[in-house]
């Protein structure tokens, strides 16, 4: 079946937003391009970020635990890897693959100049999309992504249920929105 989907996914960091993702992209057949944001662990704890451009598997540390980059909260940030990586990559997928992946529009991307208009590029055109948000990213180009394409929300007791759903999604099937518990009807 061909992959058509639009698919936004938000969620707080550290609720496997990139767990979802990687584990959807097995469920359909697509060449696939663009970037995952992995957490890089060391004895249990997250130490940094590394940029994994999905189609060639390149791989570069963007953020650390540390100083010797730009600041961001804990993390020194090195804003060039994601002009490297992670733009390179977006621009790549919409010319060359079926899927778009882009994880994640989040504060320490937008920090790199390119990258939104490597966003705007991926949205602009007629390719499918996986793209993950922040939950607090304010940034037009975050809030245009959730506002234009199917919006998913992850949270930890809800990851793992929702793989066959945006894989499902990713496919163009059409799914309901989802909607609170059913209340039993009684029956006479």
């Known amino acids: 079946m061909a992959i058509k989907g639009r698919v936004a996914i938000t969620g ?24 995952l944001t992995k957490e890089v662990r060391k004895c249990g704890h997250r130490v940094g970020f590394a940029l994994v451009d999905l189609a060639t598997g390149e791989e570069c540390l963007f953020a650390r ?35 778009v992946v882009i994880d994640e529009i989040a504060p320490m991307e ?28 304010t940034h037009p180009i975050a809030d245009r992504a959730r506002q234009e394409l199917r919006l998913v929300r992850v949270r930890l007791g809800n990851r793992d249920a929702l793989v ?19 209340v039993p009807q009684a029956t006479p």
Not at 69 to 92: C, H, N, Q, T
Not at 164 to 182: F, H, I, S
């Open 12 to 35: 707080r960091p550290g609720v496997g937003k990139t767990t979802l993702i990687e584990r959807a992209l097995m469920q359909v057949q697509a060449t696939v391009g663009g970037f």
């Open 65 to 99: 635990v540390g100083s010797g980059g730009e600041k961001f909260g804990r993390y020194a940030v090195d804003v060039s890897a994601v002009e490297r990586i992670g733009v390179p990559a977006i621009l790549r997928a919409v010319a060359e693959k079926d899927l």
């Open 110 to 137: 937008l920090r790199a100049a390119g990258f939104v208009a490597a966003v705007e590029r991926a949205l602009a055109s007629d390719k499918a999309l996986l793209i993950a948000t922040h939950a607090n990213a």
């Open 164 to 182: 066959d759903t945006v894989a499902a999604l990713l496919r163009g099937e059409d799914l309901p929105e989802p909607t609170a518990k059913a």
